[in-house]
């Protein structure tokens, strides 16, 4: 068993094994090896030189401190149930440490992962909460902006004590998703057919359906800050604090 980062003549294997793993659609994978992959950023574990398990991080910040957003973890189904994806993680993180990151975030797709991950150490904090509505109401003005400035504007709508994501997260996120500004809202947008994802919404909620009405959308779901388990965090310095919110999963 070898644990270390990828070459450029991995590509094709990680491809595979993504597509194998999650099942996107090419033009979803070209963009994520296109804006988001760095192979500084990203984990293999090859059994007999094949690539077994892998996963990729974007770097974020919380109180002016490196966290690491891990993303993208997978195994390929020869080699599930061998304890390799645990192993990874735990080189992962160890990794992680030795290059000065102060914790880890990750979010679990599903209730079996997050007990996989709770009994690696890893804890539930911020939180969100969902919700569907319909468009109605009076239009509002919206303007269309930049990954960057969206990056720059949700610090002035984040709870106090939330993740901040710029860069990379950002960039790729752009690739399919269209970032929004109005007056005391802020949200990220991509659509499904007559319907839209507003993966997150930050400010005055009760404008959800007149958002929809603007953009001339049927119906909506969106996420915003709450309760609901989302993310999960593993410290890696002590002592630590648990942030209060972390936003964008790029799922």
Not at 62 to 89: N, P, S, W
Not at 216 to 235: H, K, L, T
Request: aromatic share 16%; with cysteine.
């Amino acid at each position: 068993m070898i644990i270390k980062s990828p070459t450029s003549a991995d590509l094709p294997a990680l491809r595979r094994l993504w597509q194998q793993a999650f099942g996107d659609p090419d033009s979803f994978v070209d963009s994520f090896f296109a804006k988001g992959f760095s192979s500084e950023r990203c984990r293999c574990l090859w059994e007999d030189k094949q690539l077994a398990a892998a996963l990729y991080w974007f770097d974020c910040s919380y109180k002016e401190q490196k966290l690491a957003y891990i993303y993208g973890v997978a195994t390929d189904t020869a080699f599930r149930r061998k304890g390799f994806c645990h192993r990874l993680m735990t080189d992962t993180l160890q990794h992680l440490s030795t290059l000065g990151y102060a914790g880890a975030v990750l979010v679990p797709a599903g209730e079996a992962l997050r007990s996989f991950y709770g009994q690696m150490g890893f804890c539930n904090f911020g939180g969100i909460r969902e919700f569907a509505c319909l468009q109605s109401g009076q239009s509002i003005t919206l303007r269309k902006i930049a990954p960057e400035e969206y990056a720059a504007l949700r610090k002035d709508y984040l709870p106090e004590g939330s993740v901040l994501q710029e860069g990379a997260a950002m960039d790729f996120l752009s690739t399919y998703t269209d970032f929004y500004a109005g007056e005391n809202i802020l949200f990220s947008l991509y659509r499904e057919e007559d319907s839209a994802f507003i993966a997150e919404f930050l400010g005055d909620v009760s404008l959800a359906a007149s958002v929809l009405q603007a953009l001339n959308i049927p119906q909506g779901r969106f996420r915003v800050p709450g309760s609901d388990p989302f993310a999960m965090y593993y410290p890696l310095t002590d002592p630590f604090q648990i942030p209060a919110y972390f936003g964008h999963a790029l799922d």
